[in-house]
């Protein structure tokens, strides 16, 4: 079968760093098509179009993959909204929707399997059957579609992610494996965040890292530690929050008054363009080799982090020319810019 992208993702790292953009069910909230709380993506069918024009956005910032949207498209979470019946039709279509705005631009295409609340580490033998009948159904028809790797990300349990890996393997498919670091050291099952992502590796996941959660200034540090302890490539999507030493994950931001902020009421700590952009410069010059941004990302941030390394993207040709703007640009002719005379636009 004829694929997007003439590269494999093997192929496309060994180029230099994959860019990477995810996030889709949050910046799809914001604009009326995914439901905060649940956040299962009925979008895919109920609104194709927004979809296919949020894939094109992420595409032309400077995106290298399109993620299929099943993150949260598993068989539990349908039910909860009461359509599990669209199980195989919501999966299959995310994937052919995927395929389709990746033809545009040579990307790459990735399934996307998730964490299911299902695992229970205190008993994983039946447990873990049911994730991994998830994952079987997810993944079984994003082969079918067609992809050229899997994204089995936010992970919280070491042996759900394995499951995970184990369900790739099986089908021949590639895995970027990433954990979500909730908490301060480790997993849930007990894990520091190194040595889960050093176990994954060494069971034969093509990338390892870390996604969401975590905001630039709480990620850096963990990812030098990851770099320094595995051979595979390393992947790292935070979260564009200003996430502290104190808190270093973005589910625990509060308000000065106490008010729990995750997940709607976060912009007092939203990341600039320009954040963005110096932590993809960081990330690379720590090793990091798939670079991307997870939940709360726009296009916005994704155009800059690609432009900082070295892109030129097809957005880039409205990158922002602030020189040109009326009030805050050079003023060449102060009387036609309406701008006072001895005005500091470095003020």
């Known amino acids: 079968m004829s694929r997007p992208s003439q590269l494999s993702l093997a192929e496309r790292l060994a180029e230099g760093v994959v860019v990477?953009?995810?996030?889709y069910v949050f910046e799809l909230e914001r604009r009326g098509y995914v439901k905060a709380g649940p956040f299962v993506p009925e979008v895919i069918l109920d609104d194709p179009d927004a979809l296919r024009q949020l894939h094109r956005e992420f595409l032309r910032a400077g995106a290298d993959v399109m993620v299929a949207l099943t993150y949260y498209a598993h068989r539990e979470k349908l039910a909860d909204v009461g359509r599990a019946d669209d199980l195989e039709a919501m999966n299959r279509q995310a994937v052919r929707i995927a395929n389709e705005i990746a033809a545009e631009g040579g990307a790459l295409v990735a399934g996307n399997i998730c964490n299911t609340w299902s695992f229970d580490a205190e008993n994983p033998a039946a447990s873990g059957a049911v994730v991994r009948a998830q994952y079987e159904e997810q993944l079984g028809w994003a082969a079918e579609e067609g992809v050229d790797f899997v994204i089995a990300e936010t992970n919280d349990y070491v042996g759900e992610a394995l499951i995970g890996l184990e369900?790739?393997?099986?089908?021949?498919l590639p895995a970027m494996v990433t954990f979500a670091s909730v908490q301060p050291q480790t997993t849930y099952d007990g894990h520091d965040y190194v040595e889960a992502c050093r176990i994954l590796a060494d069971a034969g996941a093509a990338v390892v890292g870390l996604n969401c959660s975590r905001g630039p200034e709480t990620m850096l540090p963990l990812l030098e530690q990851i770099r320094a302890a595995?051979?595979?490539?390393?992947?790292?999507?935070p979260v564009p929050y200003r996430t502290t030493r104190a808190t270093p994950a973005f589910e625990a931001l509060?308000?000065?008054?106490?008010?729990?902020?995750?997940?709607?009421?976060?912009e007092p700590y939203q990341c600039t363009r320009f954040e963005m952009a110096d932590f993809a410069r960081r990330a690379r010059e720590v090793g990091?080799?798939?670079?991307?941004i997870c939940c709360g990302g726009g296009p916005h941030h994704v155009r800059a982090m690609a432009e900082a390394l070295g892109r030129r993207t097809p957005a880039s040709r409205y990158s922002?020319?602030?020189e040109l703007h009326p009030v805050?640009?050079?003023?060449?002719?102060?009387?036609?810019?309406g701008v006072m005379r001895g005005w500091d636009s470095d003020a």
Request: proline residues 8%; negative net charge; hydrophobic residues 40%.
């Open 288 to 292: 990091v080799d798939y670079i991307g």
């Open 20 to 23: 990477g953009a995810e996030g």
């Open 230 to 237: 595995v051979d595979v490539p390393v992947a790292a999507q």
């Open 167 to 172: 369900v790739c393997q099986a089908l021949g």
């Open 254 to 266: 509060e308000s000065e008054d106490g008010r729990h902020l995750f997940p709607i009421q976060l």
């Open 320 to 322: 922002p020319a602030i």
């Open 328 to 337: 805050l640009g050079t003023p060449h002719d102060a009387s036609r810019h």
